[in-house]
């Protein structure tokens, strides 16, 4: 079952943020957000990830609404090299030892960034 | 070097082979991955393993068979592979944070 959904594809002006939203209605307390991308065949590569706050790295943040049903991922200046499936996926952490998490990967957005 | 390192590459094989697809990891995690990717339908998990003694079947592991030899190697068979076994897996291991961390792929055709 899926626990997110995604729109499946967006478009997005080079050197532009691309925002892109997340739906989560069903998120349980003890699970984070996560957001990894995959550039063409390549194996996903880990964004960022967050639990209510908002967070920032050196690829993107990422917003979480207050009732944590929605995020959405933003990549402030968008380059070619952005274009990806990027997903959203909710779990729980590891050390909450909630037994068998693990990652399930859905769909995804397809971005492309548009020169 | 890259941390997660998947051989081989690409294979093409014959019906009713036995192939096996090895997965080996320098980041020292203990958690570890075989996903498989088919066009338009994302990343489906077929094993996981949380360490060395521990095997769990994923949502698509008919007709798959793991083996976890050591934390940093974890192997997957098809023992009679079929047509509809073409795809593109990929490895994984995650840290305490759930962070996963992936292989570059294996292309595998079966003919």
């Known amino acids: 079952d899926a626990k997110t959904t995604q729109p499946p594809s967006m478009d997005c002006a080079e050197g532009r943020a691309a925002n892109l939203p997340c739906n989560h209605s069903?998120?349980?307390?003890?699970?984070?957000v996560y957001w990894y991308r995959q550039i063409h065949s390549q194996g996903p590569q880990y964004i960022i990830h967050?639990?209510?706050n908002n967070e920032t790295n050196e690829m993107a943040s990422l917003i979480i609404t207050e009732d944590r049903k929605s995020s959405t991922l933003i990549l402030p200046h968008a380059t070619l090299r952005d274009t990806a499936v990027y997903y959203c996926?909710?779990?729980?952490?590891?050390?909450?030892?909630?037994?068998?998490?693990?990652?399930?990967f859905g769909t995804g957005t397809r971005l492309t960034i548009i020169p | 070097d890259a941390d997660v390192t998947q051989t081989p590459r690409n294979r093409i094989t014959k019906t009713g082979k036995r192939i096996m697809l090895e997965c080996s990891q320098t980041k020292g995690h203990d958690r570890m991955y075989w996903y498989r990717q088919d066009p338009g339908l994302g990343l489906r998990l077929i094993y996981y393993?949380?360490?060395?003694?521990?095997?769990n079947k994923g949502e698509i592991s008919d007709g798959y068979s793991v083996s976890r030899q050591a934390q940093a190697k974890f192997s997957l068979s098809l023992e009679s592979a079929i047509p509809n076994q073409t795809a593109l897996y990929f490895c994984?291991?995650?840290?305490?944070?759930?962070?996963?961390?992936f292989g570059q792929g294996t292309r595998l055709t079966v003919v």
């Open positions: 994984a291991t995650s840290d305490y944070n759930d962070r996963a961390f």
């Open positions: 967050g639990l209510k």
């Open positions: 069903t998120i349980s307390g003890n699970e984070y």
């Open positions: 996926i909710v779990s729980p952490l590891i050390i909450s030892n909630f037994g068998n998490e693990k990652l399930t």
């Open positions: 393993s949380f360490d060395v003694k521990d095997i």
